[in-house]
């Protein structure tokens, strides 16, 4: 446990304390390696070099290219079938505007219309998730606030959406207050996980989607799903801070959630004329090889208009590339899941 309850001490003395501790945890952590994290069970080999050696960059960054993307290994049935169950997924980075709620809200959507059963938890207290799905917030009862702090039952929050096959647990503004209140209480970094418990059966997927920023709300999604997927916008400086992230994800795994595994890596806003597009790619395909999606998302102005609307790019402009790259990333998601999920 990285941090525990102590009798007697505030929030703003328990925050420092969680700050403190994070802190020491990644100056004690070297950069992470794919290989530290485990391998989950998809039987993605992802053979690469790691800049893990001391006086190295944190940036992840191999020294040389290693990685051979060959065919990507088709799913095997599983071996022993275990029953089929949701696979729950958080949409990571705690970087802000690198495409987190556009690829949460969209996934969401193409697997839906996929006629995959889905819950998308909004885990941001700006709820763009939950506004890009056109919920409208003032007129909510419950959220996710009151599955988190209050622990009111997940189903109290489920919503319908537009779209069938999806429901959504919304966030609302009380949220930012949710990592505060959550500071002292107990079992803090279970709250979701606890939410989640038992409640997932009638879903093949949920995904949350994170605030930017590796606080608690972070480490709950962390604590309570199978694996992150990770999206990197192709911009300067892409992969920096993806270190502090991998470390996060080792601590968690150490302590609250041994199962946590990286599910994929998407590329975002990628505009295939630019070298530093194509530069961010080859990067990221070093560091993280078979596990980055093939499917990139470009940059389209569609994505951006159609959260005022209200609506998934799938509702506001089917034949769009944005649409269209969403949908083929629902597409290749379902092919890698598909040993693990119903459907
Ligand atoms: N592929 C894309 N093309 C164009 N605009 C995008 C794309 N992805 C995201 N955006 C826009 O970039 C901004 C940040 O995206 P968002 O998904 O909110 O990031 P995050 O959730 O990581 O903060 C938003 O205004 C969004 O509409
Ligand atoms: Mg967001």
Redesign the pocket.
């Known amino acids: 446990m990285i941090h525990e309850e102590r009798a007697g001490e505030n929030v703003g003395e328990a925050r420092a304390r969680l700050e403190r501790e994070l802190e020491r945890a990644f100056a004690e952590d070297p950069p992470v390696s794919l290989d530290d994290l485990g391998r989950p069970a998809s039987g993605a080999d992802v053979s690469r070099e790691t800049s893990s050696r001391e006086g190295e960059p944190a940036a992840p960054r191999a020294p040389k290219r290693k990685t051979k993307r060959g065919p990507r290994k088709t799913a095997e049935p599983a071996p022993e079938a275990k029953p089929a169950r949701a696979r729950v997924l958080a949409i990571v980075?705690q970087?802000?505007?690198?495409?987190?709620?556009?690829?949460?809200?969209n996934l969401a959507a193409c697997l839906a219309v996929a006629e995959r059963r889905t819950l998308l938890i909004d885990l941001?207290p700006q709820g763009?998730a939950t506004s890009g799905l056109g919920i409208d917030k003032g007129a909510l009862e419950s959220s996710v606030y009151d599955v988190l702090v209050g622990e009111q039952p997940l189903r109290s929050a489920i919503r319908p959406t537009a779209i069938p096959y999806l429901e959504i647990v919304p966030a609302t503004v009380d949220l930012f207050g949710a990592e505060i209140e959550l500071v002292s209480a107990i079992g803090r970094e279970h709250r979701l996980a606890n939410a989640l418990e038992g409640q997932t059966t009638d879903y093949q997927y949920v995904l949350v989607?994170c605030p930017?920023s590796l606080g608690l709300l972070t480490v709950n999604a962390l604590t309570a799903v199978d694996a992150v997927l990770i999206?990197i916008?192709c911009e300067y400086y892409a992969l920096e801070g993806l270190s502090q992230l991998l470390g996060t994800i080792r601590i968690v795994q150490k302590s609250l959630n041994p199962g946590l595994g990286i599910e994929g890596v998407l590329l975002?806003?990628?505009d295939q004329r630019l070298n530093l597009a194509r530069q961010v790619q080859e990067e990221a395909v070093e560091y993280f090889g078979e596990k980055v999606y093939d499917t990139v998302?470009?940059?389209?102005?569609r994505?951006?208009?159609?959260?005022s609307f209200g609506q998934p790019v799938i509702l506001y402009d089917i034949l769009s590339a944005?649409a269209v790259?969403y949908m083929k990333l629902a597409e290749e998601l379902i092919e890698r899941c598909r040993p693990r999920v119903r459907g």
């Open positions: 980075n970087k802000g505007g690198v495409g987190k709620t556009t690829t949460a809200v941001d763009n989607d930017p999206p916008q975002t806003m990628y998302i470009p940059r389209n102005v994505l951006s208009e159609a959260p944005g790259s």
